[in-house]
């Protein structure tokens, strides 16, 4: 019995060192499977008990079970350190390196048709005025007839109109040449007074460096009962100084001619071509930004307004030039080539959003 003893004790003495030496969680399964499982060395010896003696059974029991409990004991610590030097081995692997550089930051970019359109809303409307809509695709009459443009006028020519097929009903369409059809939407709609501008694309059969055959412009309208020259001149020469930034930017109105207008002005703003270097503010040269008047008394009859009772003014400009004038963009053509590397050089911050204050008080 002393002989087989001392074997229990070099094969409990070899288990606990293949499980401390065991280098996985598969290989201390192995062991565990090998020592106590069904068929395992421990479990073998306990169901050969059956053949000994009483005395003998209960000292060999005891024996038995303590070697067991110490093996188990032993795997089971193996198998806890495995364990969680797995966990943080993965832990390792999966670690983020929070001292790498960002990845490069691919903000968008505001357009800046999109921000002059921003700037000058708010600029107009800190003045009192809404914005209003209308379609690109027009009818001959909103286009032309209503604006005091009848179909022989040379004004139609002047415009390089695109025109469309005539709609279902025969009505003659065309992509409008102005935002000008708008005021008269909004004219037989809306009863006076009326104040709105309208910022929007429109369409001319015109391509070079200055000229593309899709801008912008925007469209103001002032109608009530006492609007003068004089409301029309203060409006628009604070929204030049506004715009541009110069609080004493030189503003001129020159005699012109527009049908749906009389009297008729063009707009000049004060700038200088010295020494090749183009800026806008005082100096020698005038530029023309806008044309501008009140409103023809035809027009307001056509949109049923009696005349004798109302009148106001209107005034149209061009975005692209404004806005190229103001950020000093060279050329007309890239506003619409979508290149990101012009996006990137003359957009916008997207959160940098005009606000009129910074319009009006720069
Ligand atoms: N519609 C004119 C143009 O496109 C501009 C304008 C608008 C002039 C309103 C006077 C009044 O040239």
Redo the contacts with the bound molecule.
């Keep these: 019995m002393v002989i087989i003893m001392d074997e229990w004790l070099e094969l409990k003495a070899n288990l606990i060192k293949a499980a401390e030496e065991s280098s996985d969680l598969e290989a201390i399964e192995a062991i565990r499977i090998s020592a106590v499982g069904k068929k395992g060395s421990i479990t073998g010896l306990m169901k050969s008990l059956g053949g000994l003696d009483a005395e003998s059974r209960k000292e060999a029991g005891q024996l038995l079970n303590k070697i067991k409990t110490e093996v188990t004991a032993a795997i089971d610590s193996r198998k806890v350190d495995l364990e969680s030097s797995a966990l943080e081995a993965q832990l390792l692997k999966d670690r983020v390196d929070v001292t790498l550089p960002v990845r490069p930051d691919k903000a968008g970019s505001i357009h800046p048709i999109t921000q002059t359109i921003d700037e000058l809303t708010a600029i107009f409307c800190q003045m009192g005025f809404s914005v209003a809509e209308g379609p690109h695709i027009e009818t001959d009459y909103y286009n032309f007839t209503a604006l005091n443009i009848p179909p022989e006028h040379p004004a139609r020519q002047e415009q390089d109109t695109f025109y469309l097929p005539p709609d279902d009903t025969g009505v003659p369409r065309v992509l409008r040449t ?1 935002t ?1 059809p708008v005021q008269i939407r909004t004219m037989e709609k809306t009863a006076p007074p009326i104040k709105i501008i309208v910022p929007g694309r429109t369409f001319r059969s015109d391509h070079d460096a200055t000229h593309s055959p899709m801008f912008h ?1 925007v ?1 103001g309208l002032v109608i009530d009962k006492k609007s003068h020259m004089g409301h029309l001149k203060g409006c628009l020469i604070d929204f030049c100084r506004a715009f541009f930034g110069v609080d004493d930017l030189p503003v001129r109105f020159r005699p012109s001619y ?1 049908p ?2 009389e009297p ?1 002005a063009e707009v000049d703003i004060g700038c200088t071509r010295a020494g090749g270097e183009f800026r806008i503010g005082k100096g020698d040269d005038w530029l023309e930004i806008l ?3 009140m409103v023809h008394p035809r027009v307001l009859a056509g949109c049923g307004i009696d005349p004798d009772e109302y009148q106001g003014f ?3 400009m061009g975005i692209e030039r404004i806005a190229m004038l103001k950020y000093g963009i060279p050329d007309l053509r890239p506003f619409y080539d979508s290149d990101i590397r012009w996006l990137k050089h003359y957009g916008f911050v997207p959160l940098d959003i005009p606000t009129v204050s910074k319009g009006i008080n720069q």
């Design positions: 102005h000008s412009q469209e527009f749906f207008t008729s044309g501008s008047g209107a005034f149209g």
